[in-house]
């Protein structure tokens, strides 16, 4: 991207503002006899008395180990969520800037633009569901901040081609968010290896799919180290909870668990796909780079009740453009797979 300037896409207020300068940003314990009496809190050990690092230093420290980034390209939030709503405060002012999403996609980008009061222009993805270069490219103006890219895509499970993104990453005049929710259920490259090239590319992961880490809330945001600044400045100080920090580390740390685990979830997805291929009611699988697969069938609403009556609880997606009729499965345990197995074949 050339020319890339962030300063003229920070908002004015995020600009100028001062940031909270919390007691734990001067001094965080590192073992030593220090007396911490500057934070109010209560004195009495047991194991989170103390509040947590604002800036997460010993997780972030593991990953960029492991991701081969600098820890001054990392922000941490309570759930991708969070850092979600972090970029559009950073970046969209109410009521003047807008966003591109491409549907069908991840619902959250378009809840947050309403909550956020910022106009959301979608571009549907073409029929086989990949970015419309062309058509995002057109609808941008000098007020579009932020383009959000989910790959591979949730719902329909498939990656975008890499030449589509790059040509996004280098025409489009804003920032673009890579939302790798599913990247380790995928063979491609993550895009993080491409931060040092485009300033203005931001990826987004989270520990709640592949890491097995839904209930912590931990989501995590990759960019250059000016954009992560932004981010630092607006982010509640506090905003990854101690236990939370704990166990994150611990699961990063036991990365041949999560390893196993994926390798056992897609074997089991291949198993799925092969069952629902055979059905009669299913009339497209669509490819997929995730724990889950989406499938078109005859009627959704009336296969989704039937599984609901066997306590089966699956997504509708059929309200989704491009998506009529179609149910997304999620991969579960050998067992639960056999089971929802043996009831799709037994549905008439
Ligand atoms: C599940 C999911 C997330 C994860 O959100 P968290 O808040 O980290 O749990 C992010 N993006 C997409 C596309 C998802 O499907």
């Given at each position: 991207m050339k020319g890339f300037d962030l300063n003229r896409l920070v908002r004015e207020s995020v600009q100028k503002?001062?940031?909270?300068?919390s007691a734990r940003d001067e001094y965080v314990s590192d073992g030593s006899e220090m007396l911490f009496l500057d934070a109010n809190e209560n004195p009495f050990d047991?194991?989170?008395?103390?509040?947590?690092?604002?800036y997460q230093r010993s997780l972030k420290s593991l990953?960029?180990?492991q991701k081969g980034v600098s820890e001054s390209q990392i922000l941490l939030g309570n759930g991708s969520d969070e850092v979600l709503d972090l970029i559009y405060r950073a970046f969209c002012e109410p009521n003047r800037d807008n966003i591109i999403t491409l549907p069908p996609t991840y619902g959250m980008y378009k809840v947050l633009s309403g909550i956020n009061a910022i106009e959301n222009r979608e571009v549907l993805l073409t029929s086989d569901f990949e970015p419309d270069v062309d058509e995002i490219l057109k609808i941008v103006d000098a007020n579009s901040k932020l383009l959000f890219i989910c790959s591979p895509n949730n719902p329909t499970g498939n990656s975008f081609k890499g030449k589509?993104?790059?040509?996004?990453?280098e025409s489009f005049n804003g920032i673009v968010v890579v939302d790798e929710a599913y990247i380790d259920f995928s063979k491609d490259e993550?895009?993080?290896?491409?931060?040092?090239k485009y300033p203005n590319l931001i990826v987004t992961q989270t520990l709640s799919k592949a890491f097995g880490l839904a209930g912590i809330r931990l989501g995590i945001c990759y960019a250059s180290e000016g954009t992560i600044g932004?981010?630092?400045?607006?982010k509640p100080p506090y905003n990854v909870n101690q236990l939370t920090q704990q166990r994150a580390l611990e699961r990063v740390l036991n990365q041949d668990l999560v390893n196993q685990e994926v390798q056992q979830i897609l074997k089991e997805r291949t198993e799925l796909i092969k069952a629902l291929d055979s059905l009669e009611f299913v009339s497209a699988l669509y490819p997929t780079d995730a724990n889950f697969v989406l499938a078109k069938v005859d009627d959704a609403n009336k296969r989704y009740q039937q599984l609901?009556?066997?306590?089966?609880?699956v997504r509708n997606r059929s309200t989704q453009p491009l998506c009529e009729n179609t149910l997304r499965f999620t991969v579960g345990t050998p067992e639960e797979n056999k089971k929802l197995i043996a009831i799709l074949k037994e549905l008439k």
């Open positions: 503002l001062q940031p909270y300068s047991n194991g989170v008395n103390r509040y947590p690092d604002p990953l960029a180990e589509g993104i790059e040509k996004l990453l993550s895009w993080l290896s491409q931060l040092d932004v981010l630092n400045k607006i609901l009556d066997k306590q089966v609880v």
